[in-house]
């Protein structure tokens, strides 16, 4: 692949809207939190192109994604997502709450069983 089908790996996650800024975007990539194609990578500067495979952490989810298309500007959300492939696993499920929440005289009710409560008033 020729260098004018590559991008640097800083400047395409700020594009692609991954971070909020290029800054944020650089200090992800030079602190060592980004992997292409499996690989961790350290320099700013590494040039991806269509077909590489991140591997990054966004908050607290970690996202993989396929590049699809090299971006010339900084555009709007709806073309930032035509240049990748999300194929971030789904979240597991948070367990819901298991029966209604306790009313007053059930919380002081558990809390007697248990011993945790002030019966010395």
Same mark, same amino acid.
């Given at each position: 692949?020729?260098?004018?089908?590559?991008?640097?790996?800083?400047?395409?996650?700020?594009?692609?809207?991954?971070?909020?800024?290029?800054?944020?975007?650089?200090?992800?990539?030079?602190?060592?939190?980004?992997?292409?194609?499996?690989?961790?990578?350290?320099?700013?500067?590494?040039?991806?192109?269509?077909? &590489?495979? $991140? @591997?990054? !952490?966004?908050?607290? +989810?970690?996202?993989? =994604?396929?590049? *699809?298309?090299?971006?010339?500007? #900084?555009?709007?959300?709806?073309?930032?997502?035509?240049?990748? &492939?999300? $194929? @971030?696993? !789904?979240?597991?499920? +948070?367990?819901?709450? =298991?029966?209604? *929440?306790?009313?007053?005289?059930? #919380?002081?009710?558990?809390?007697?069983?248990?011993?945790?409560?002030?019966?010395?008033?």
């Amino acid at each position: 692949m020729s260098e004018a089908a590559k991008d640097r790996l800083d400047k395409w996650l700020w594009q692609a809207r991954f971070f909020k800024t290029r800054g944020l975007s650089t200090r992800a990539v030079s602190g060592g939190h980004v992997r292409v194609n499996g690989e961790k990578v350290q320099k700013k500067a590494t040039f991806v192109g269509p077909g &590489d495979v $991140l @591997t990054f !952490p966004q908050g607290r +989810v970690i996202r993989v =994604v396929r590049i *699809r298309a090299l971006a010339t500007r #900084r555009g709007p959300a709806s073309e930032a997502q035509a240049l990748y &492939d999300d $194929l @971030t696993p !789904p979240a597991e499920p +948070v367990a819901a709450r =298991v029966g209604a *929440r306790p009313t007053k005289k059930a #919380r002081r009710d558990m809390d007697a069983a248990r011993g945790d409560g002030s019966d010395s008033l």
